[in-house]
């Protein structure tokens, strides 16, 4: 085939949150699009084979075999790498990376990437975030603030599908939401305790990226009300959650100018050093292993944090020795994550008028940052915001055996409330939290493996130990009975949520990407996956990756027609 | 079930296994596909009047009826190692020979785990008794007649009232 007919208007790697977002854009401004995948296709509906399966269908009843086990130390760990959806995982012996430090790195290849799998969370940052690094003195001053991303923050949302409520708090701004997911009577009441008895600290409905109530736009994509199934991390029949398989990725090929490639392993991006920027990218086709190169006049890296890393480390030239787009160094430095490596538990005798019927797929509530907010109070940075939520469950009086055993498994008298939350702490970006190409291993691609060197710090034990502090005194104040802290000390990754390597920043000799998330030294190559972030929030962040992408790809076309791309 | 399956459990029920005609091999074996555990039709039979000691047939089916002696196999072979799989077999054997009120016995001890008792038989009985458990409320009978588990909910209600007792 003639370059020619590798040639298109714009390149997308990944296909994932934010690959299927810039997919979206660009094919709606008429762009022709490639978006290379380097997993296997997974059409919505037609390819979630577990989707509609019950318990019981499920050969060990949704449990991990010793042997996958064994075989997986590291996804095992994770809480949805379960029967009904493990085939949407990496597993570990398929692609080996070097741990100089314990990280558990969880990755999905597949078209959709974890868009399939994510918890779906979707908060705004305020300025309180972007201006943490300049305030509390750590990575590099963002160079954006709220006022850059509100609109786009808007117009992501519309489209994906918000739930949640206006709750007017500075730390977490309004969107255009679909209506929350209620609270139920002790998240309530919990939260009535707890904004009367502490200043500034709240419990809001979960916000989150499912259609409480679809508006035409919704419907437009093919997709319905969410129908609390709680299923998510198989693929939705309804399309009632946001993923980029049953939204932006169908959306981008109605238009007729998107090109999906999946099995397609990016190995680099080609820089021409004649015409001074990216001409392409170089592909490893994943089962043939066929290389072929494919041209673009932009780029977009989406191939998810600490994969984007290693293609930009993996893309050297002799203007980028060290990778392109990485005359600061700084490149795979600064990776940051959150802090998830403690919880709580506890019981509530009250209430007992009171349970749930049905499922909320929004988690229940959600504490926003308190710590640290407006000036600094604590002996560590930042702070952290923290899950909440509450349920009863049949209290089964399970010691016995026979007619009595047998009655206590069938009878729905009810347990009193449990309730639990999990902390997600902001981490501090450091230039010692780093990945890197290993020198001499290679995997079944010819790309080199990745090490990966990221740790907890002083600053995210303090923060932990107040964690559990506060959240234990909240939950005394409530009357909750039996609590029970729990320091999990998972290893970080665990999370999913990885961010930075190419981190934004004014300075070119500080960072890698501008303010537009362009490469400094690279004008027509853009990232705009969570490696593109400079501080970390106590947010969830895949809501930002939305908006910063589609908010770059209006630019790099804008600059495109301009010609100056 | 398969057909051989079928007439296997008719003939084991009719009054054992002398009467299986030659067409049938591997009359000693376990009716199950098990790829590391070697259990003996005559285990099989004994874990399955275990199991229904454990969930027995009331006005409402028991384990024989919803075969949870073969998740317990099933589970057993798959998820555990081969440590807890000897265990669980030397455990099983401490029950071999005994039916009626001395196997009922033995199974009440171990529930209550009985001072002195074995360990082997206490091990065996954890497994055998939360795996059971498990797979009798975790199977089709029970999930769509007693305990309704619902695959489309469709609704969350936070504030559904229940009678307080």
């Not at chain 1, 191939?303 to 490149?331: H, K």
């Not at chain 1, 089964?396 to 009595?404: F, L, P, V, W």
């Not at chain 2, 954890?126 to 007649?145: A, C």
């Amino acid at each position: 085939m003639s370059n020619k007919q590798h040639t298109y208007d714009a390149i997308v790697i990944g296909s994932g949150i934010s690959g299927g977002w810039a997919a979206k854009e660009f094919t709606e401004k008429g762009l022709k699009t490639l978006v290379l995948e380097r997993g296997r296709d997974v059409k919505h509906l037609i390819d979630y084979p577990t989707t509609n399966k019950y318990p019981y269908e499920f050969e060990h009843r949704g449990e991990l075999t010793l042997a996958i086990r064994k075989e997986n130390p590291v996804v095992s760990k994770c809480y949805a790498f379960r029967e009904d959806a493990m085939h949407f995982f990496v597993k570990d012996k398929e692609h080996p990376y070097v741990q100089e430090k314990p990280f558990d790195w969880i990755r999905g290849y597949q078209v959709g990437g974890k868009s399939l799998l994510w918890a779906r969370q979707t908060q705004r940052w305020s300025d309180l975030d972007f201006e943490g690094p300049l305030r509390d003195d750590f990575a590099v001053d963002w160079p954006i603030r709220y006022k850059d991303l509100a609109a786009w923050y808007t117009y992501v949302e519309q489209f994906a599908g918000i739930s949640g409520n206006k709750d007017g708090l500075p730390q977490l701004p309004d969107g255009d939401f679909l209506p929350a997911f209620p609270l139920n009577a002790v998240e309530d009441y919990f939260k009535k305790t707890v904004s009367e008895k502490y200043e500034g600290r709240h419990v809001i409905s979960a916000r989150c990226a499912h259609l409480s109530q679809p508006r035409q736009v919704h419907f437009d994509q093919g997709r319905g009300k969410c129908q609390n199934r709680n299923l998510c991390q198989r693929g939705c029949p309804f399309g009632g959650y946001f993923s980029s398989n049953a939204s932006t990725l169908p959306w981008a090929a109605k238009t007729g100018n998107l090109t999906l490639k999946p099995f397609s392993v990016v190995e680099s991006i080609i820089y021409d050093e004649k015409l001074g920027k990216a001409s392409g990218v170089r592909v490893v086709d994943a089962n043939t292993k066929e290389v072929t190169e494919y041209f673009a006049k932009v780029i977009f890296v989406n191939a998810a944090a600490i994969n984007t890393n290693l293609i930009l480390l993996n893309s050297t030239s002799s203007r980028f020795p060290d990778g392109l787009g990485n005359d600061s160094g700084v490149l795979g430095k600064y990776v940051a994550f959150h802090n998830y490596s403690a919880r709580i538990s506890a019981e509530y005798e009250g209430l007992k008028e009171f349970t749930t019927d049905g499922r909320n797929p929004s988690d229940g509530g959600y504490i926003p940052r308190f710590r640290n907010l407006l000036k600094q109070e604590t002996d560590f940075k930042r702070g952290y915001a923290a899950g909440f939520s509450a349920y009863r469950a049949p209290e089964r009086d399970m010691s016995g055996i026979g007619t009595d055993l047998k009655e206590q498994l069938l009878h729905k008298n009810l347990g009193p409330w449990q309730v639990g939350s999990h902390m997600m702490g902001e981490t501090i970006p450091k230039e010692s939290n780093y990945v890197k190409l290993d020198k001499d291993k290679k995997d079944e691609w010819g790309i080199p493996l990745l090490r990966i060197s990221i740790d907890y710090d002083e600053n995210d034990a303090k923060m932990k130990k107040d964690y559990l502090e506060q959240l234990t005194g909240m939950f005394t104040e409530a009357g909750f009975k039996n609590i029970k802290a729990n320091d999990a000390g998972q290893a970080p990754g665990l999370d999913i949520h990885e961010m930075g390597g190419a981190r934004m920043g004014h300075d070119p000799k500080t960072s890698v990407l501008n303010k537009w998330n362009q490469l400094h030294d690279c004008k027509n190559v853009f990232v705009t996956d969570g490696a593109c972030m400079t501080s970390t929030s106590t947010q969830n962040p895949s809501l930002t990756y939305m908006a910063l992408t589609a908010r770059a790809v209006d630019y790099a076309v804008r600059s495109m027609k301009k010609g100056e791309l | 079930m398969n057909r051989r399956l079928a007439i296997k459990q008719v003939l084991i029920f009719a009054g054992g296994l002398a009467l299986l005609p030659s067409c049938l091999r591997n009359e000693g074996k376990v009716s199950i596909q098990l790829q590391h555990l070697d259990i003996s039709a005559a285990q099989e039979k004994l874990l399955a009047e275990i199991a229904e000691l454990i969930i027995p047939k009331t006005n409402t089916s028991g384990a024989k009826d919803l075969g949870l002696h073969l998740f317990v196999l099933k589970m057993l072979d798959d998820c555990y190692d081969k440590a807890e799989q000897e265990q669980f077999i030397n455990g099983l054997k401490a029950f071999e020979g005994l039916e009626g009120a001395e196997l009922k016995q033995l199974l009440t001890e171990a529930n209550a785990n009985k001072a002195g008792l074995a360990k082997e038989i206490s091990q065996f009985f954890s497994i055998m008794k939360s795996r059971t458990i498990g797979g009798y409320l975790n199977s089709k009978y029970v999930m769509s007649n007693l305990v309704i588990w619902e695959l489309v909910p469709g609704r969350y209600n936070g504030y559904f009232p229940v009678k307080t007792a």
